[in-house]
């Protein structure tokens, strides 16, 4: 006699979770929230150049632009293959999404764009002028910033989360109920890989 089906599915191996989105709208406060809500580990890929290669202004001064990418592409690179397989929550910097490898490793990832406007940003950037690619008039810089890269973090996303209203722990709480949704709405829907975009606000 054949052994019978199980009822339920056996559930889907672990995925990162990539948070996405301009800078200053809370990528690190709300992942390490997120990632204590799962118990899970928390990875700032900012925070992991800066480590190992000084502060990111001192980069653009003394290197540029252009070999910060790579080592932030590095970086995220690292912080995906050693998550593989697991829940754990990874902070992507604002421009890290224009790099065309690291959008090819986003695919083994569940990518969150964490979506907001300049008003939500606007005490953050004041209180922050650290930041190299703000330099002048950093509101300004800011928006024409998120103008050119807001397709590129809707096009990547798979969950959309407004972060406009709500404490860090409302906002983390809020995407957590929408991973599982997700992770759900995935898990009975296996014949469709190409799943609608979902949308939290």
Known sequence: MSAELPAVPAPAAARPIALIGPMAVGKSAIGQQLAQQLGARFVDTDVVVVASHGSIAEIFASRGEHAFRELEARAVARAIEDARGSSTVISLGGGAVLDSGTQQLLERCTVVYLECDADTVAERISRNSG???????????????????????????DLVIDVRNGSVPDIAHRLETALRGYEAAGTAAVSTPAATKEVEK
């Not at 810089?141 to 998120?146: P, V």
């Open 131 to 157: 930041r190299p690619l703000l330099a002048g008039d950093a509101m300004e810089r800011w928006k024409s910033l998120f103008a050119t890269r807001r397709p590129v973090y809707e096009r990547l996303a």
